[in-house]
């Protein structure tokens, strides 16, 4: 009878964890479902492009157009699952219903919210407020901005969503010694990788699992063939995965950047990777920020230093920080190695850190109720500043969308008020608020869906070439005909400006222009031709393009 009242009552609290970590997500992600919280940044290029695929193309397109199809380079990327989300997106919102973006990338941090409830709950099932308290700090990270308000944010999710889900299911297969547990991690393991590359570090973090959490003393389960056979799918998938890349990208895992001075600016980066993880507002005022992550680590310490104190009696605790705190940062962030800094970039090593911080926090239900009361006191007041963080960091990415959308819907405009045919200067900048902009958003925001026509054939638009898709070789080749039009006028010509303003407001206008005095200025400047030339460095198109912005 004891039993037959502890499943139902272990349901229940299950279900009423569940609706807790669903309801935080939803604190923070609801505010990006609205209509004109409009794209952003890379989401331009991978809607356009994929928004209107036939599904019969699609696997040939990961062959074929993938690499070079958006962005004008070689992409060393296999991620059809991104692509596919947003094809899906497409077809069952409409290509261009950003409330239905946004809503698939608020639903998949809920999954990856509930997975980390779900591990959390599996390597201590006996302390279920410490598992909801892990969800939560995980629910609620602020680095969690991008993933959450940002469409192309969700490659993150994503593949955290079967990285996570593949390690649930191999901690369930060592806790039941279940074989379908172990099939389905090597089959999350394997839509992961195509996801991101950083999954690869997968086995590395099982391995580091078994070395650091024993979960049975069944003799016949620790064995060392029993141990070591279920890793050997998992290294086959990794190294079939790197020797693919290698094949199609002459790179198995972007090792040719990996130099020493790469290695110490990855090192040089810990600090900031730390601070992502504490609930300061990334655009608070400094006082705030540095108050907040003061009593956060003060409050986490405090914590330790109990923990630490009575070691013997909190051996799990100090277990859980191990892996989930230690192991599991210095495996999920090799990756950043290779790559640039993004918030995002930081989602599933939050997740360790989430289950690490939450086994301080609330690391034993033995202590006296003084001690326990503060700690419930310290719990609940980490929560409420990481939702406040995390609010905030969202809020700010909807500003963007909202001043993005205003912004593209005037552009969308110009066939009524503008001359087809007119030359369109058109300045709005790649990053604002802290966060993407209209980075490499042209020329796909002046075309269909996104407009009803392309706009790119309907005027001479030129735009800055941070926010021009492909390099800048590619961005002179597009623009120079415009370009040079606007140099060989004899006579001031009137040129329209659509001029992106601090409050979101763009702003059109016509001025006149000399374009041949304009040219001396940029010839001068560069110190050679300009119409006769057939590329452009970088740093030549940016001195071009800030000069032929001055003119505004």
């Known amino acids: 009878m004891h039993d037959a009242a502890a499943g139902p009552a272990s349901t229940r609290a299950a279900w009423w964890s569940c609706a807790v970590i669903v309801t935080l997500c939803l604190a923070v992600g609801l505010q990006t479902i609205r209509s004109d919280n409009y794209f952003l940044g890379d989401d331009f290029g991978l809607i356009?492009?994929?928004h209107g695929l036939p599904i019969d193309r699609f696997l040939t397109y990961f062959v074929s157009d993938w690499t070079e199809g958006i962005y004008?380079?070689?992409?060393?990327?296999?991620?059809?699952?991104?692509?596919?989300?947003?094809?899906?997106?497409?077809?069952?919102y409409g290509?261009?219903?950003?409330?239905?973006?946004?809503?698939?990338?608020?639903?998949?941090?809920?999954?990856?919210?509930?997975?980390?409830?779900?591990?959390?709950?599996?390597?201590?099932?006996?302390?279920?407020?410490?598992?909801?308290l892990a969800g939560s700090f995980f629910a609620l990270m602020p680095s969690h901005a991008e993933p959450i308000a940002w469409i192309s944010g969700r490659v993150d999710s994503i593949a955290s969503l079967f990285y996570l889900g593949a390690f649930l299911c191999f901690v369930r297969f060592r806790l039941a010694a279940r074989r379908a547990w172990l099939f389905a991690g090597w089959l999350l393991f394997v839509c992961g990788l195509f996801a991101k590359q950083s999954v690869v570090t997968l086995p590395v973090l099982l391995v580091a699992f078994d070395l650091l959490w024993p979960v049975?003393?069944?003799?016949?389960?620790?064995?060392?063939?029993?141990?070591?056979?279920?890793?050997?799918?998992?290294?086959?998938?990794?190294?079939?995965?790197?020797?693919?890349?290698?094949?199609?990208f002459g790179n198995a895992l972007r090792e040719d950047i990996v130099t020493p001075a790469a290695i110490n600016d990855f090192i040089g980066r810990q600090d900031r990777y730390f601070r992502e993880?504490?609930?300061?507002?990334?655009?608070?005022?400094?006082?705030?920020?540095?108050?907040?992550?003061?009593?956060?680590?003060?409050?986490?310490?405090?914590?330790?230093?109990?923990?630490?104190?009575?070691?013997?009696?909190?051996?799990?605790?100090?277990?859980?920080?191990?892996?989930?705190?230690?192991?599991?940062?210095?495996?999920?962030?090799?990756?950043?190695?290779?790559?640039?800094?993004?918030?995002?970039?930081?989602?599933?090593?939050?997740?360790?850190?989430?289950?690490?911080?939450?086994?301080?926090?609330?690391?034993?239900?033995?202590?006296?109720?003084?001690?326990?009361?503060?700690?419930?006191?310290?719990?609940?007041?980490?929560?409420?500043?990481?939702?406040?963080?995390?609010?905030?960091?969202?809020?700010?990415?909807?500003?963007?969308?909202?001043?993005?959308?205003?912004?593209?819907?005037?552009?969308?405009?110009?066939?009524?008020?503008?001359?087809r045919g007119s030359i369109v200067l058109m300045s709005v900048p790649?990053?604002?608020?802290?966060?993407?902009?209209w980075s490499w958003a042209m020329p796909f925001a002046a075309q269909p869906p996104f407009t009803d026509e392309d706009l790119n054939q309907a005027f001479r638009i030129v735009e800055r070439p941070p926010t021009y898709c492909c390099p800048p070789d590619q961005w002179w080749t597009a623009r120079k005909g415009a370009v040079t039009m606007l140099f060989d006028a004899t006579v001031a010509k009137p040129v329209t400006y659509v001029e992106f303003e601090r409050n979101g407001t763009p702003r059109i206008y016509q001025r006149p222009v000399n374009g041949s005095l304009l040219k001396q200025h940029i010839e001068a400047a560069?110190?050679?031709?300009?119409?006769?030339?057939?590329?452009?460095?970088?740093?030549?198109?940016m001195a071009l393009s800030r000069l032929l912005f001055a003119s505004q």
């Not at 003799?219 to 020797?243: D, E, K, N």
């Open 277 to 419: 993880m504490l609930p300061s507002p990334n655009t608070a005022p400094r006082l705030v920020r540095t108050l907040t992550e003061a009593v956060t680590i003060l409050a986490v310490l405090v914590c330790a230093g109990w923990a630490l104190a009575a070691r013997r009696v909190f051996r799990g605790t100090i277990r859980r920080v191990a892996f989930f705190g230690v192991a599991w940062y210095a495996i999920t962030i090799a990756p950043m190695v290779v790559t640039y800094i993004a918030a995002r970039h930081l989602y599933i090593t939050a997740a360790g850190v989430s289950i690490a911080m939450a086994s301080l926090v609330l690391p034993a239900a033995a202590e006296e109720g003084r001690r326990r009361r503060t700690r419930a006191a310290l719990a609940g007041m980490l929560i409420a500043l990481y939702a406040v963080a995390a609010i905030w960091n969202v809020s700010k990415w909807v500003a963007s969308g909202l001043e993005s959308h205003r912004f593209a819907s005037a552009l969308a405009r110009l066939p009524q008020s503008v001359p």
């Open 48 to 50: 356009q492009h994929l």
């Open 95 to 132: 290509p261009v219903n950003v409330s239905g973006y946004h809503a698939t990338n608020v639903i998949l941090h809920v999954l990856n919210a509930l997975l980390v409830l779900a591990i959390a709950r599996s390597v201590a099932p006996q302390e279920p407020m410490f598992a909801v």
């Open 72 to 92: 004008g380079t070689v992409l060393d990327e296999l991620r059809p699952f991104l692509a596919f989300s947003y094809w899906l997106d497409a077809r069952v």
């Open 430 to 437: 790649e990053f604002y608020r802290e966060g993407w902009f």
């Open 526 to 541: 560069l110190g050679k031709p300009v119409d006769t030339r057939t590329a452009m460095t970088p740093d030549d198109a």
């Open 216 to 248: 049975s003393t069944d003799p016949a389960r620790t064995r060392a063939l029993s141990r070591i056979w279920p890793h050997i799918p998992f290294v086959v998938i990794a190294a079939l995965y790197v020797g693919l890349r290698h094949t199609l």
